[in-house]
């Protein structure tokens, strides 16, 4: 959904802009939306899913693991879709490119520094993204 902006009319009073009701309406569906916002929590090996733009993944797995970035042709995340990425866990979550995905990032660090550990992945083209935060080679 994008964001409902609330029509307040050109005068006070001047029965141009939204009702009370539809306002309401309004603020309330934004909020749900930002509430939506919320942690995917996963144990294991993890490939992600549309559902994941804008959450935060947090891989808690006591032995290392991987996290995948599957292909625009198995998951069609918007250009500009933004994935946050928790090392829960002891394990060394490791971020991995699906076939014909490029993931970019500073000297082609690709795994998260320890628990707690925090990275953000950006999609920047049909394939490829950005990644970027507490990450090593």
Known sequence: MAKQTINLGTAPNDDTGDDLRT??????????ELYSLTENGQDDDY????TDN????TVTK????TLTVPPNSSVAF???????ICQ??????????????TINSYES?????????????IKTGTNTWLLAGNIEA
């Open 54 to 57: 804008l959450k935060l993944v």
């Open 109 to 121: 660090a690709l795994k998260l520094v320890g628990q707690w550990a925090v990275a953000t992945l």
């Open 88 to 101: 829960g866990g002891a394990g060394q979550v490791t971020i991995t490119a699906g076939e014909g995905v």
């Open 23 to 32: 306002g309401g309406d309004k603020i309330n569906d934004n909020f749900d």
């Open 47 to 50: 490939i992600l899913a549309l």
């Open 78 to 84: 918007g250009i500009g879709s933004v994935i946050t």
């Open 62 to 65: 006591a032995t290392d693991c």
